[in-house]
């Protein structure tokens, strides 16, 4: 085992690590920003399709699903197709209204998940297509599936799920940016702008590991924290959903994720001096607004954590710590701002003892319903 984990203490740290290469290893050979290539050999007859239909359903469970609402954000912004996002056992248990011709994206690491594999069957018997996003090659989900693109993202073997989630934003991405050219909904120099970001996010991750040191730290000051909520906007919703569920199943302290402009419809109650509350607040469409949400929490003696572009002046005047991240297209913040969270959590999770690889009372892969 010593082996298998390369050096590492944990499994987790390990694949947090390997993201630089687990998510170059998913673009290798699908993009090429220098010739224009967007290439998703298992979608090949597809992105037609997909270019045509008025609506999409994303059904995943877990971190799966929060890859999947980074998805509609994307879909919709650069494809301007209906996209809903549904937790599977939700999906498969109501009556869901599916017509031929939807289309059905299941997002699942094991392949294996049972809820997803239900909500697929059901989709199917209704006439939908469904396109698999999975990384066990070979599991039951892709076989169950239409079409698909694998995440490539090499076995994850802790419990609490990092690079697999990074692929899978990665391979939805891309599909989301040649579903887009194809509709013609995306201007020429965009797509372009996007793929060659897209070849740049290895080294920005790569980037952001080397804050470690700073992140240990801060985690350091919060292992006693009983309560965490963390904010976002826009993108760095789902960011803001995934870094709290990081936190809650590893370290096992009681973590909320928040859109940044409903902490007034409640959250807000909760702070006071002993609240550590986590912002990703990159420059992006939404900044200014995030910075308000940022002076409330201050205004009411809230800790705040801060994730930030690179060379921000403003926040680490209010924030009382803050990590930078470096710039990059909105569209694929989540695939960076997500590291310093994971590696946040991972922190806390071992200065207070606990089992990171396998958190008590969770499966790696849920196959029962
Ligand atoms: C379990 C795992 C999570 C995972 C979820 C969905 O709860 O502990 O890490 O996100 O299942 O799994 P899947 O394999 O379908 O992505």
Redesign the pocket.
């Known amino acids: 085992e010593a082996i298998e984990k390369g050096g590492y203490e944990h499994f987790m740290l390990k694949e947090i690590y390997e993201q630089p290469r687990s998510v170059a290893d998913c673009m290798r050979g699908r993009v090429n920003a220098d010739s224009g290539l967007l290439v998703l050999g298992g979608l090949r007859d597809y992105v037609d399709k997909l270019a045509k239909t008025k609506r999409i359903v994303i059904v995943?469970?877990?971190?799966?699903?929060?890859a999947g609402l980074v998805a509609e954000y994307i879909f919709e912004e650069l494809a301007r197709i209906n996209v809903e996002v549904e937790y599977?056992s939700e999906f498969r248990y109501r009556n869901p209204i599916i017509k031929e011709g939807d289309f059905v994206i299941a997002?699942?690491?094991?392949?294996?998940?049972a809820d997803?594999l239900a909500a697929i069957e059901l989709a199917k018997s209704k006439g939908a297509t469904i396109i698999g996003v999975?990384?066990?090659v070979g599991s039951s989900?892709p076989r169950a599936t239409h079409a698909g693109a694998y995440t490539h993202a090499g076995p994850e073997i802790g419990?609490?799920?990092t690079k697999?989630?990074t692929a899978?934003v990665t391979v939805l991405a891309m599909m989301a940016i040649a579903v887009a050219r194809k509709k013609g909904t995306l201007h020429e120099d965009t797509f372009r702008r996007l793929l060659f970001e897209l070849e740049r996010i290895p080294s920005k991750i790569e980037t952001v590991l080397k804050t470690d040191e700073k992140i240990k730290e801060i985690a350091a000051q919060f292992k006693d924290s009983r309560n965490f909520i963390y904010l976002g906007r826009g993108y760095n919703f789902p960011v803001a959903l995934e870094g709290a569920?990081k936190l809650k199943?590893i370290s096992y302290i009681h973590a909320e994720g928040y859109p940044a402009a409903e902490m007034k419809h409640g959250p807000i109650a909760l702070i006071d001096e002993e609240m550590p509350v986590v912002f990703i607040a990159t420059k992006d469409s939404s900044y200014e607004k995030v910075v308000s949400n940022i002076q409330e929490v201050k205004a009411r003696k809230g800790k705040v954590i801060a994730i930030v572009t690179e060379g921000d002046k403003l926040i680490p005047t209010m924030a009382d710590y803050t990590i930078e991240i470096p710039a990059m297209h909105e569209a694929l913040i989540p695939l960076v701002a997500t590291i310093p969270l994971q590696l946040l959590s991972y922190h806390i999770a071992v200065l207070r003892g606990c089992n990171v690889d396998q958190p008590r009372n969770?499966?790696?892969?849920?196959t029962v319903e």
């Open positions: 995943a469970c877990g971190t799966s699903w929060h599977a997002i699942s690491q094991s392949g294996e998940t997803t999975c990384n066990v989900i419990v609490a799920s697999a989630f899978q569920l199943e969770l499966a790696k892969s849920v």
